[in-house]
């Protein structure tokens, strides 16, 4: 079974009128550190500004956005961004538990906030920023990055191999819903992967888990509607059905009820954004899911 990768883009058929979105590999030598790079245009002059949510995952995103340019680190709420204006710009989404080589530090130094380029990249990464606002294709853009990534090279430790592999047990076994398991998958005790979760991940093996169900769980409301919200949970893991919704609660802001009437809003052309939203990207990119 191909891994997970929760990327959880709150309202989609909406968020997809707004902006265009691709994604490109990188080179060979940030293979084992990157998932892939990810370019978004909008152009929104003349029109109202978008605020574009993204549930929360574990993935650590070095960022080169006007305005929110940083490295982020994993996160446990919801992400919010205003879409305004003309923009073209890049992101890094590297693979969970794999930024710590770049950082020199616990990952759990950046949780659920963001440092700025310089910080971890020094003064390149101003000149790489300048690079990827001026470019003239994705390209270019990519190869801007990738230059700043592999300039000073790093070495996946086998902490970090260990770490980024107890993370794709979660992805690859949707059947992991306790730490426990997760254990056994990974031949670890639960201290160690403890740990390794805090050193080079940045959050605990529980939250891991739980930010793979809930991006499953969105994902089944919007597909399904309103499926049957005491099976959801039980598929999910959880022991009952009041724990699944106010886990789902804390991460999205709306119970399971009110997110799935959202999407189903958004799929007829009955939410509030859908119908001022049509036609207005002036799209640069193809877009990709």
Same mark, same amino acid.
């Given at each position: 079974?191909?891994?997970?990768?929760?990327?959880? =883009?709150?309202?989609?058929?909406? /968020?997809?009128?707004?902006?265009?979105?691709?994604?490109?590999?990188?080179?060979? &030598?940030?293979?084992?550190?990157?998932?892939? %790079?990810?370019?978004?245009?909008?152009?929104?002059? *003349?029109?109202?500004?978008?605020?574009?949510?993204?549930?929360?995952?574990?993935?650590?995103?070095?960022?080169?956005?006007?305005?929110?340019?940083?490295?982020?680190?994993?996160?446990?709420?919801?992400? !919010?961004?205003?879409? !305004?204006?003309?923009?073209?710009?890049? *992101?890094?989404?590297?693979?969970?538990?794999?930024? %710590?080589?770049?950082?020199?530090?616990?990952?759990?130094? =950046?949780?659920? #906030?963001?440092?700025?380029?310089?910080?971890?990249?020094?003064?390149?990464?101003?000149?790489?920023?300048?690079?990827? #606002?001026?470019?003239?294709?994705?390209?270019?853009?990519?190869?801007?990055?990738?230059?700043?990534?592999?300039?000073?090279?790093?070495?996946?430790?086998?902490?970090? @191999?260990?770490?980024?592999?107890?993370?794709? !047990?979660?992805?690859?076994?949707?059947?992991?819903?306790?730490?426990?398991?997760?254990?056994?998958?990974?031949?670890?005790?639960?201290?160690?992967?403890?740990?390794?979760? &805090?050193?080079?991940?940045?959050?605990?093996?529980?939250?891991?888990?739980?930010?793979?169900?809930?991006?499953?769980? /969105?994902? @089944?409301?919007?597909?399904?509607?309103?499926?049957?919200?005491?099976?959801?949970?039980?598929?999910?893991?959880?022991?009952?059905?009041?724990?699944? =919704?106010?886990?789902?609660?804390?991460?999205?802001?709306? !119970?399971?009820?009110?997110?799935? @009437?959202?999407?189903? /809003?958004?799929?007829?052309?009955?939410?509030?954004?859908?119908?001022?939203?049509?036609?207005?990207? @002036?799209?640069?990119?193809?877009?990709?899911?």
């Amino acid at each position: 079974m191909a891994h997970r990768i929760p990327r959880g =883009i709150v309202a989609e058929a909406t /968020a997809r009128t707004m902006f265009t979105l691709t994604r490109h590999p990188p080179v060979p &030598a940030l293979a084992d550190f990157v998932d892939y %790079h990810w370019v978004l245009r909008w152009d929104r002059r *003349g029109e109202p500004p978008h605020e574009q949510r993204v549930l929360p995952n574990l993935a650590v995103h070095v960022t080169f956005f006007p305005g929110a340019s940083g490295v982020y680190g994993p996160a446990r709420d919801v992400f !919010s961004h205003r879409l !305004s204006g003309r923009v073209q710009d890049l *992101g890094v989404r590297f693979r969970p538990g794999c930024f %710590h080589a770049f950082l020199g530090g616990p990952v759990s130094d =950046i949780a659920d #906030r963001s440092v700025p380029l310089t910080d971890v990249f020094g003064p390149a990464a101003i000149r790489a920023a300048e690079s990827v #606002r001026t470019a003239g294709d994705d390209a270019q853009m990519v190869r801007a990055v990738d230059n700043l990534l592999i300039a000073n090279p790093v070495r996946l430790s086998p902490a970090a @191999r260990q770490a980024a592999e107890a993370v794709e !047990s979660i992805a690859r076994d949707p059947g992991i819903t306790r730490v426990a398991q997760l254990c056994a998958d990974t031949g670890l005790t639960t201290r160690s992967v403890q740990r390794l979760f &805090a050193e080079h991940v940045g959050c605990p093996p529980k939250w891991a888990i739980r930010i793979y169900r809930l991006n499953d769980a /969105a994902q @089944r409301l919007v597909t399904e509607g309103q499926p049957d919200y005491a099976g959801l949970a039980v598929r999910l893991g959880y022991s009952d059905q009041s724990h699944f =919704i106010r886990d789902f609660r804390t991460v999205t802001g709306q !119970s399971p009820a009110e997110y799935a @009437r959202t999407a189903q /809003a958004v799929r007829t052309g009955q939410g509030p954004d859908t119908k001022k939203a049509a036609g207005r990207i @002036r799209p640069a990119a193809s877009s990709s899911s």
